[in-house]
């Protein structure tokens, strides 16, 4: 286990129901910066192309007079994959279809502090 | 994004990591420094610093990783401030190339890393089998480079 900053957040955020994983993810480059997966979650995958992905959204989302995106969630067939930026990095997380998204959402957004710190 | 190829079963692994990690620049090239397919670049000449640049800089950084460490560093990334270059072998039955892709804002270097992998793998399935390594004399080197450059720019 790992002992960075980021390590009691993820921990806590991996430790929910039906969560497959989480990882704190460099937004420019998609590299993963800590991380917290359970065995066959494919990490650098994911966080080079959630990182495209939020990245986009965010452009998007002030291209459209919105100001910023504050979260972003992906539904897929099989689970969901979410994330929240502040600054430079991305809080994301990999869950099942029957995680409770909403509670995922509200230590996700908890959890951002950390990233601030 | 065009694509030029020396030899053809590169094309298709070339346009795909194009498309896929949206690079400014790609570039495939022999160790010793002979293109083999390129996309983005305009002038042949670009291409030809390029390349020789790029073999310098993968055998100097493959001296000192052996050096260093015992064996040759394997990927090279340097960031610049709006673009950024990634440097890495691809190694193939037809035998190790240097890859050299420049990317910017629009892709990352997760990206890029993670379609670099898909890249050598559709390389590896398309190569068609060994042959014996051409040998690169160096009063055959100019004509070679020439040759290939023509290929890629049409003046063949």
Redesign the interface.
């Known amino acids: 286990m790992s002992d960075s900053p980021f390590a009691e957040v993820l921990a806590a955020l991996t430790r929910q129901r039906g969560v497959l994983g989480s990882m704190v993810?460099?937004e420019?480059?998609?590299?993963i910066v800590d991380s917290n997966l359970q065995i066959g979650v494919r990490g650098?995958?994911v966080?080079?192309?959630a990182?495209?992905l939020y990245?986009k959204a965010r452009l998007s989302a002030q291209a459209a007079g919105l100001g910023t995106s504050s979260f972003v969630q992906l539904e897929a067939e099989q689970g969901r994959v979410c994330a929240v930026g502040r600054g430079d990095l991305l809080l994301v997380t990999v869950a099942e279809a029957r995680a409770n998204v909403g509670l995922i959402r509200v230590e996700m957004l908890r959890a951002t502090q950390v990233l601030d710190a | 994004m065009t694509v030029a190829v020396v030899e053809n079963w590169v094309e298709e692994p070339l346009r795909r990591f194009v498309a896929d990690a949206r690079v400014r620049l790609a570039l495939l090239l022999h160790t010793s420094g002979q293109v083999l397919a390129q996309s983005g670049f305009t002038r042949s000449v670009d291409v030809m610093s390029a390349c020789a640049l790029a073999a310098a800089i993968h055998a100097s950084a493959g001296e000192l990783g052996k050096q260093l460490d015992g064996k040759p560093f394997h990927v090279l990334h340097h960031a610049g401030k709006e673009r950024q270059i990634f440097l890495a072998p691809a190694r193939t039955p037809r035998g190790l190339y240097i890859f050299l892709s420049v990317f910017d804002k629009e892709s990352s270097l997760g990206l890029v890393q993670l379609y670099y992998g898909e890249f050598v793998d559709r390389l590896v399935a398309a190569a068609p089998p060994a042959e014996p390594p051409p040998v690169v004399l160096p009063e055959n080197f100019e004509g070679e480079l020439n040759r290939n450059l023509a290929a890629l720019f049409g003046r063949a």
């Open positions: 993810v460099s420019a480059d998609g590299i650098s995958v966080a080079a192309l990182a495209s990245r």
